[in-house]
């Protein structure tokens, strides 16, 4: 079985493998979504716990879920079936790739419309927009253009054609060569924003936010909210990672790319985090804000530094090309399953499925003004309605909820030499992950969510 090549085609080595899923793993998430997040939630507590989750959850179920996808070699749906007949167990495991489908339309959806922020800034930063701008003025920016659907939903049409465009030739064409050469780039150009962070008179207090822990800050809803973030950033929980790996060679070690990945994938987040919280209190602005943080506060960086305007539209193409890598892998398990399920050339499978995500896009389009209703849940009020309802159903429920199972079936169903023969790594290595993805992982996800809805006190 696990020689069996997928029909969509292979990465050319392990290496382009790596690269693709550090693409997927890296982008908004770690840029925009961590740093915010971060903010809303009373910062260090909140970042170790997410860490916590992405050595114990996150890299045991990545590991997982490209075991999985390489000896299924096909589209999360199929694949799930494929391996549960093969182990003989209960064909309604496909609905594990069903719901990341679904997880993948809803994550899109939105994730495109911030993806078009990006865009929009990278226009505002060449135009020499953000010089000299000041706090209120960087606020007032961001708030007039989120107030008119017209350009949001004008810059989430060419976000999703652009993904559309790159899925529709099939992943692997560009793909490689995009990413060899955005991830240094995305390095270099946070680590100057990061010496900016450091010039300001409150570095200390921006890394202190990060790094110094107060654990009394720490409430279930706030480990919910990390441990879904270990998720969203490294593409798990939905079969993204999964269909990558239904391309990947079978001699590449799958180990070794799942550390690569994470660490990676955490650095990107942290350095992000680094250049934006000096900027936010050296500047009195709140690290709570919500989703506009990374747009309010790095135009003053770029606004006050030398090269600025140059850096600014770097930095913001960069984030692109991020967001860019990242989406293709939300929309190709749909586009494989309507290939392999209906017979849809790859066109018209991309088409379908751009089409209705662009439409659920609306819904965010509206959230940051015509629909920007409130409201509460486990005592958090949220501000942008349907945006906040789509992130909080996929990254909070729909992921830990996918990964979960997939630790599950891995773990406990699919065969102990199925699962040595994929890895091929030292004895205690494999015991050890085995051990993570067949009681620790399951478990942890599982008294999180019990604790959240109170069934538990803990
Ligand atoms: N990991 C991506 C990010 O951090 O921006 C988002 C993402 C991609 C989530 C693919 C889920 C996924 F399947």
């Given at each position: ?6 029909i969509?085609?292979?990465w ?8 693709a ?10 840029i ?12 260090a507590?909140?970042?170790m ?31 799930m ?16 790739g ?18 078009g922020?990006a ?30 659907p ?27 060569k ?25 570095f ?12 009394s ?21 939905m ?10 060679p ?14 990676a ?27 506009g943080?990374?747009?309010?506060t790095?135009p ?7 090269w600025g ?38 066109i018209k499978?991309?088409f ?14 509206f ?10 849940l ?8 349907f945006?906040?309802i ?21 773990g ?14 030292k ?32």
């Amino acid at each position: 079985m696990s020689a069996k090549e997928s029909i969509h085609g292979s990465w050319s080595s392990g290496w382009a493998f790596m690269l693709a899923a550090t693409g997927s793993a890296v982008g908004l998430g770690n840029i925009w979504k961590f740093p915010y997040i971060t903010g809303q939630n009373g910062g260090a507590a909140f970042v170790m716990v997410y860490l916590l989750c992405v050595l114990l959850i996150g890299i045991p179920v990545m590991i997982a879920e490209i075991t999985l996808g390489r000896r299924g070699r096909q589209s999360p749906m199929n694949t799930m079936y494929t391996l549960a007949i093969e182990s003989g167990h209960s064909p309604l495991w496909k609905y594990l790739g069903f719901m990341g489908v679904f997880a993948g339309f809803i994550i899109l959806s939105y994730y495109s419309v911030i993806a078009g922020w990006a865009v929009y800034y990278m226009i505002l930063s060449s135009m020499s927009e953000f010089t000299g701008i000041t706090a209120a003025g960087a606020n007032a920016k961001f708030g007039n253009f989120t107030q008119d659907p017209v350009y949001l939903l004008f810059f989430h049409t060419i976000f999703m054609l652009m993904t559309m465009y790159v899925v529709s030739l099939g992943v692997r064409s560009g793909l490689e060569k995009a990413t060899k050469f955005m991830m240094p780039a995305l390095f270099v150009i946070l680590l100057i924003l990061d010496g900016y962070a450091m010039n300001t008179n409150s570095f200390d207090k921006g890394v202190g936010f990060l790094f110094q822990p107060d654990f009394s800050k720490l409430t279930w809803s706030v480990v919910l909210t990390a441990m879904g973030h270990a998720f969203f950033t490294l593409s798990l929980g939905m079969g993204a990672i999964m269909v990558y790996g239904s391309y990947m060679p079978k001699r590449a070690s799958i180990a070794k790319a799942s550390f690569v990945i994470a660490i990676a994938d955490v650095l990107v987040a942290l350095l992000a985090g680094i250049a934006i919280f000096p900027v936010v209190f050296a500047n009195g602005l709140e690290p709570s804000s919500g989703p506009g943080l990374l747009f309010i506060t790095l135009p003053l960086a770029f606004g006050h530094m030398p090269w600025g305007a140059l850096f600014g539209t770097l930095f913001f193409i960069l984030v692109t090309f991020a967001a860019w890598t990242s989406s293709i892998s939300l929309l190709e398990p749909a586009v494989t399953w309507l290939v392999e399920n209906h017979r849809f050339k790859r066109i018209k499978a991309t088409f379908v499925a751009g089409l209705i995500i662009w439409v659920l896009g609306i819904f965010t389009v509206f959230s940051f003004n015509k629909w920007a209703f409130k409201f509460t849940l486990i005592g958090k009020t949220y501000e942008n309605g349907f945006f906040n309802i789509f992130d909080i159903l996929t990254a909070n429920i729909m992921l830990p909820l996918g990964g979960m199972l997939i630790a599950i079936f891995a773990g406990w169903y699919m065969s102990q030499q199925a699962s040595r023969d994929e890895l091929e790594v030292k004895e205690w290595m494999y015991m050890t992950w085995r051990f993570l993805v067949r009681y620790i992982s399951p478990f942890a996800i599982l008294i999180v969510f019990l604790n959240v809805i109170g069934v538990i006190k803990l």
